[in-house]
Structure formats: C-alpha cells, structure tokens
C-alpha cells in the first residue's frame, strides 16, 4: 500500500469515518444510492409507497454517506442522475436561497 493511501485511510479513521464499513442488508433489498440534487425526495415518497404495497422486496434509501462500496457485493442497487447543468442550478439557487430543503440538514461551509 502506498504512502498517500496508508496517510488517506489513518486520517479518515482519525476523522471519525470508517472505510471499511459494509451494511447489513436482507439479501432481497433493492438500495437506492442518493447522489445529492438528484431524484432523492421523490424515491423517498415512491419508497414509501412501494414498501406500503408488498411484503417481498424492500427498497432501502441511503443518504449521501452511503456507498456503493459500503453494499455487500451481491446487493441489488440502483440510482439516479441528472443533468449536471441543472443539478448545479439547483443547488446553486438552493444555497442562495439558504432555504431549507424539504428534509432539512445543517449545511456544510
């Protein structure tokens, strides 16, 4: 292992983030990986519908500290992306706003 690498992973373990995390999951789960700005309150609001209706798979939305390497390795998973043109002008108008969004969370500076 490299120097930076040895140097990355001791301060992000110093930090209070561990690398190395998997999450425990039904193997039947379908996860939802949430990249900021994209699609995440309304796969939150079809989430919850889905679940409501079926006693089969469950579909488990993650926040943006979630990972795909953080899944066990035969999880079923999916995600959203958008344009990054608009993404941008969302989040810009967001933080100028200084509105809270939906599901408010202190931002970071």
């Given at each position: 292992?490299?120097?930076?690498?040895?140097?990355?992973?001791?301060?992000?373990?110093?930090?209070?983030?561990?690398?190395?995390?998997?999450?425990?999951?039904?193997?039947?789960?379908?996860?939802?990986?949430?990249?900021?700005?994209?699609?995440?309150t309304q796969?939150?609001?079809?989430t919850?519908?889905?679940?409501?209706?079926?006693?089969?798979?469950?579909?488990?939305?993650?926040?943006?500290?979630?990972?795909?390497?953080h899944?066990?390795?035969?999880?079923?998973?999916?995600?959203?992306i958008?344009?990054?043109?608009?993404?941008?002008?969302?989040?810009?108008?967001s933080?100028?706003?200084?509105?809270?969004?939906?599901?408010?969370?202190?931002?970071?500076?």
């Amino acid at each position: 292992m490299s120097f930076l690498k040895r140097t990355g992973k001791e301060l992000a373990r110093q930090a209070g983030f561990d690398i190395n995390r998997r999450l425990e999951a039904h193997r039947d789960d379908i996860h939802f990986l949430h990249i900021g700005k994209c699609a995440g309150t309304q796969i939150l609001s079809i989430t919850k519908q889905v679940n409501a209706k079926t006693s089969g798979r469950k579909i488990r939305k993650h926040g943006h500290d979630v990972f795909l390497r953080h899944l066990p390795e035969e999880a079923d998973f999916f995600f959203s992306i958008r344009d990054p043109t608009s993404r941008f002008r969302s989040g810009f108008y967001s933080r100028k706003r200084k509105g809270p969004p939906r599901h408010f969370s202190e931002r970071s500076r």
